[in-house]
């Protein structure tokens, strides 16, 4: 019997599910998060799971993929990759908001090629009765701690149902929401989504989660909203109290002038998202923590690289995520338990959502961290009926990409995006 394992077919279901009206640097979430789930079947009746972001160009790049994977092993990930990159022949991408830096063609192959890599991993551990993350070395922690992602936010979508947080526009409002996350989830660490308000009040925001949770990490991640000096000012002015500042101002000269005088670690999800971009990262100093993210280092063993190029120079590394649900969770939780060095709490939007595609029970968070699923594959499985509802609401709500500059324009036709901005 061949051992070879057989793309027949990839089904792909784009679903939305609700979000807050969460704010960052470049204007305001909008009511639904889009996602596409893969679904890669094969001719061993083995089906494996992949989730990714749902724009419309990466949806038809998906699909272009898909039928050149058609036929081939999902063992041979390396031809894979190549099948991949051939169909798509050069086609760029873009991240419709600018949060994940420069988007190039290589780094468009990654993207796409990314939930399928998960897929396949999914089908092979399913296969050989392993967890994913046997296959990518074997788990060297078997909790996986994620941190307390904030947000500044309004209490409603404009003309919407209040959420159950309530706002949060002022350091009271964010403590509050940290304590919620803290009491429900047991955060250990904190981040803090700035690029908001005027760099005075998020450093008071900072100043007043320091002081209510006086033990936690803290990371405040502006998004490249400041300037050179500005970072630098926030930078003096939460001296001790920062584990790292991520992405303060934008490209890598600027980071690099940054990191020369701040007292703490820069970290980035916009300067170094690409492989090519690591060499004159390194060269510069620009920053010392790499937040991976498989959706766009091209999967789980591209991230396993990365982790092992930055621990080769020394580089940190953690984790950052997007609005999500739990297929990306457990390919998450499995390469943040198989990647030694990734010591920080990883990203995860999690908390925000109010509604799943996958079945519950799989994936638990307990005292701020998620059990690292030991069954075979992902460990997760697809709830049909929610997913059938979530491509209905993806159907309804109307939205095909992600624009949060544009919704907030629709609020206040007087924003305007600006990089920086203070
Ligand atoms: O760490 C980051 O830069 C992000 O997580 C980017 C995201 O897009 C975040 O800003 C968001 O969800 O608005
Ligand atoms: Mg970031």
Not at 188 to 203: H, Q
Not at 361 to 373: H, I, K, M, Y
Not at 392 to 409: F, H, I, K, P
């Amino acid at each position: 019997m061949s051992d070879a394992i057989r793309i027949t077919d990839v089904t792909l279901t784009p679903v939305a599910f609700r979000d807050p009206a969460l704010l960052n640097a470049v204007g305001v979430h909008e009511p639904y998060a889009l996602r596409a789930v893969l679904e890669v079947h094969t001719d061993q009746g083995i089906t494996g799971l992949g989730e990714t972001y749902a724009d419309q160009g990466h949806l038809r790049r998906l699909r272009q993929a898909a039928d050149a994977l058609v036929g081939l092993d999902v063992h041979r990930l390396g031809r894979m990759y190549a099948a991949v990159a051939a169909a798509l022949g050069g086609d760029t991408g873009s991240d419709g908001h600018g949060l994940t830096g420069m988007i190039t063609s290589s780094s468009t192959v990654d993207r796409v090629f990314s939930p399928f890599e998960v897929a396949c991993l999914d089908i092979q551990g399913k296969a050989a009765g392993r967890p994913v993350s046997d296959l990518l070395g074997g788990a060297v922690r078997d909790q996986v701690p994620f941190s307390a992602y904030l947000f500044y936010k309004w209490a409603a979508h404009p003309g919407g149902e209040p959420d159950s947080w309530g706002e949060a526009l002022d350091p009271d409002g964010i403590v509050a929401q940290a304590r919620r996350m803290i009491d429900d989830y047991g955060f250990t660490a904190i981040k803090l989504k700035g690029g908001v308000f005027r760099p005075e009040e998020e450093i008071e925001a900072v100043r007043a989660l320091r002081e209510a949770f006086p033990d936690r990490p803290l990371r405040l991640d502006p998004n490249a909203a400041w300037t050179v000096d500005t970072s630098l000012m926030v930078a003096r002015e939460l001296d001790g109290v920062l584990e790292y500042l991520e992405d303060p101002t934008p490209g890598q000269e600027g980071m690099a002038r940054v990191a020369r005088e701040a007292p703490m670690p820069l970290a980035t999800n916009m300067c170094v998202v690409a492989f090519d971009e690591l060499k004159p990262a390194v060269a510069l100093d620009a920053v010392q923590v790499v937040l991976s993210d498989h959706h766009y280092w091209g999967g789980l063993q591209r991230s396993k690289v990365l982790a092992g190029i930055c621990d080769t120079f020394d580089l940190g590394l953690s984790m950052h995520s997007n609005s999500h649900l739990g297929i990306s969770l457990a390919a998450m939780t499995h390469l943040a338990a198989a990647t030694p060095n990734l010591t920080y709490a990883c990203d995860t939007h999690w908390p925000w959502k109010t509604e799943e595609v996958v079945a519950p029970g799989a994936l638990e968070f307990r005292d701020g961290s998620v059990a690292v699923p030991t069954g075979p594959g992902l460990g997760v499985e697809l709830d049909r009926d929610a997913l059938a509802r979530l491509h209905e609401q993806y159907v309804s709500c109307g939205l095909r990409d992600r624009d949060d500059t544009g919704y907030m324009r629709r609020i206040d036709p007087s924003y305007e995006k600006k990089v920086p901005r203070w």
